[in-house]
């Protein structure tokens, strides 16, 4: 069996990391307020404290996985004989992926029989997570390294991302709108719908008024691109707003038919968090399609 790596801004559930064998998830660095923490399950600063922390006016920043520490990382289990996928965050969003294929390169001169494959997810948040169970169960199916690496090539553009905010001073901060349309859109009570585009970009789509419309907006997104939503398996994430994403949930439930028990909900890790802030859901699922 190969082993299946990621980083975490899969934001995968922590039962994801217990459930399936030779399964690694890199913990990514943010740095609250200065001080330098890991984003792991088991982080000292939970989930809700650190969106508090953020609606309080702290200030949180990240750093991408470095050539040398996944070369640290990776090489003892080449040492072992292990045959890798590593499926990275988005291009579009970091520079991990890059980071990722200079290790690899400089691995498979150092081992040239190994097998070491690196996908760029062009995938955000549980989006990437999804790509990742997919991945995971690809290969309890029967997949071999390299069949899995070319479905997932051939698939991410098929997993959509649909996601709104509810407070515009971090997207103003990591200039995805500018700072008058944050202030006016605060004031009016314009929500934006955004999704990752097909270069793994994120792009904001349509504004909406008010947060139950922009929530409702991304079931409207799925009702218009899913691939037989009621036979698929869905993420939703949350910036501690997990009444927001339990919302979206039924609403899928009701106007799709999908089963509750195929909606997996997440909170949004603070490696995302730090640029999405909190109160921010975001919706993934296979689609015709990225829209």
């Known amino acids: 069996m190969y082993t299946i790596l990621t980083d975490s801004c899969s934001d995968m559930l922590p039962a994801y990391h217990q459930a399936y064998e030779d399964f690694v998830v890199f913990p990514m660095e943010f740095h609250l307020d200065g001080v330098t923490h890991l984003d792991t399950p088991d982080c000292e600063v939970s989930s809700s404290a650190f969106y508090d922390r953020l609606r309080q006016g702290s200030s949180s920043t990240t750093s991408q996985l470095s050539p040398d520490f996944l070369m640290n990382a990776l090489r003892p289990m080449l040492q072992e004989g292990r045959e890798l996928l590593y499926i990275a965050f988005s291009s579009g969003l970091s520079g991990t992926y890059n980071s990722a294929c200079i290790a690899r390169d400089a691995l498979l001169e150092e081992f040239p029989g190994a097998h070491l494959v690196v996908v760029d997810?062009?995938?955000?948040?549980?989006?990437?997570?999804?790509?990742?169970?997919?991945?995971?169960?690809?290969?309890?199916?029967?997949?071999?390294?390299?069949?899995?690496?070319?479905?997932?090539?051939?698939?991410?553009?098929?997993?959509?991302?649909?996601?709104?905010?509810?407070?515009?001073?971090?997207?103003?901060?990591?200039?995805?709108?500018?700072?008058?349309?944050?202030f006016f859109g605060t004031l009016v009570n314009i929500k934006p719908v955004l999704h990752v585009d097909n270069d793994g970009h994120l792009i904001a789509r349509e504004k909406v008024r008010g947060r139950k419309s922009a929530l409702r907006a991304l079931v409207d997104h799925m009702e218009k691109l899913a691939t037989e939503p009621a036979k698929q398996t869905i993420f939703i994430s949350h910036g501690d707003c997990l009444a927001d994403a339990q919302f979206v949930a039924a609403q899928i439930t009701s106007r799709m038919g999908v089963p509750a028990e195929q909606i997996h909900i997440s909170s949004i890790g603070p490696v995302i968090g730090s640029h999405s802030g909190p109160g921010t859901v975001a919706l993934f699922f296979l689609a015709t399609d990225r829209g």
Not at 142 to 152: H, I, K, Q, V
Not at 163 to 178: E, N, P
């Open 121 to 182: 997810s062009l995938c955000a948040s549980a989006g990437e997570g999804l790509l990742v169970y997919h991945a995971l169960e690809n290969r309890r199916a029967g997949m071999s390294l390299d069949e899995n690496a070319a479905w997932l090539e051939s698939h991410k553009l098929n997993l959509a991302h649909w996601f709104t905010v509810d407070d515009l001073h971090f997207l103003k901060r990591g200039g995805r709108c500018s700072p008058a349309a944050a």
